[in-house]
Each structure stands twice: as C-alpha cells, then as structure tokens.
C-alpha cells in the first residue's frame, strides 16, 4: 500500500500552495496593471494631452477594468479605491511614459509585448476574482474578459475613439479563450498557480 502523508503535512502543503499562489497573484497584478497604464498613458500622449490628462488615462486604463468587475460582482467597494496602491502604479507609470516618451516609443514593441502580458495577466485575475466569489462559470469567463478589456474600452471612450476591441483587436477574443480554459481546468483538480500560469500562457500566445 502506499504511505500517506500525516494529515498535518498535507495541511501544510495545501498552505504553502495557497500562498504561493497569493504571492503569485500580487506580482501579476502589479505587472499588470503597470502595463495598462502605460499604454494609456501612451495614447494620452498621442492625444496632445497635459500631465494630469496623461495621469487621468493611465490610472483609467490600469484599475477600470478591475472596478467595472467588482462593481459587477458586488464587491463594494471595489479594491482598486480601498488600496492606493493601484493608482500609485499607474501614476508612477503616466510619469515615465510623460517624461521619457520619445525614449519608450522608439520601443514601442516592447511595450505592445508588455501590454499583451497585461492582457493575459488580467484575465486570469479577473477570472481567479470571480472564480473566489463562487460565480457560475459563464460569468467567471465574462469577468475574465472585462478584467482583460474594460480598461482599454474606458481609455477609447475617454479619447473619443470607437473601443478598439469592438473594431480590429483580438484582445477579446484571446481573453475569452483564455477565461474558458481557466474554466475548463477547474475540472482537473490542478492547483491554483497551474491554473493562472496555463491561463495567462493560452492567452498570451493567442
């Protein structure tokens, strides 16, 4: 027969994979959101905008998503206004890209690259979020894309542009593939890191 491990082991593992995915959900959500904001801040800067326009578009580009979610899930109020941490991420970001643009835009790929890890980064947040509120999984795949996209549709109403995801982008889409598949392994009993991981890489690579 095989040996089972002593109930406290298990206990202990279970924590330690609890907080290593806690761990790894906080770095996510300050890469994330660091990258959102830049590129609104970028397109604040395209627009001709002030510093505080520039402020304005990256801090709504970086947490809108993230409010629209919680206000959607009931969770009042939402995180985004109880931890100032996130508007300080995107405020820190709206002054380099203020400061430093011509700098960041002759690398303009490296930042498309960071925002489409924001993408897959958000959508497994956003997931995860209403995975942890018990949702069903329709509206966990839904949060997972409005995580993902509501802030770069507020950024293209704020700027007087038709959202880009309603027009040419496949944000929405790779962030609806992505949600499902994190749907989709919570059927497998994998753990909660597994899962985030496997999410953001599908979603990435879309």
């Known amino acids: 027969m095989p040996a089972t491990q002593p109930p406290f082991v298990v206990s202990s593992l279970r924590i330690n994979q609890q907080r290593n995915a806690l761990l790894m ?25 002030d510093l505080f326009g520039v402020i304005a578009l990256a801090v709504a580009t970086g947490v809108g998503g993230g409010i629209v979610r919680d206000v959607l899930l009931g969770v009042a109020p939402p995180l ?25 835009a002759s690398r303009w790929d490296t930042v498309l690259a960071a925002d489409a890890v924001g993408l897959a980064v958000f959508t497994a947040i956003g997931a995860a979020k209403a995975e ?46 992505g949600a499902s598949v994190y749907v989709g392994l919570g059927s497998l009993d994998c753990s909660q890191a597994v899962r985030l991981s496997i999410t953001m890489v599908v979603t990435l690579l879309l």
């Open 132 to 177: 942890s509120l018990e949702a069903v999984p329709l509206t966990v795949v839904l949060m997972g894309v409005i995580t993902a996209c509501g802030g770069g549709i507020i950024r293209d109403i704020l700027v007087r542009e038709i959202p880009a995801v309603l027009t040419h982008d496949f944000y929405a889409t790779a962030a609806l593939v």
């Open 80 to 104: 985004a206004l109880v931890d100032q941490s996130y508007v300080l991420i995107c405020v820190c970001a709206a002054l380099v890209v203020f400061y430093a643009a011509p700098r960041i």
């Open 25 to 49: 959900l906080l770095y996510m959500v300050i890469f994330g959101t660091f990258a959102f904001a830049v590129s609104g801040a970028f397109r604040a800067v395209r627009y001709e905008l």
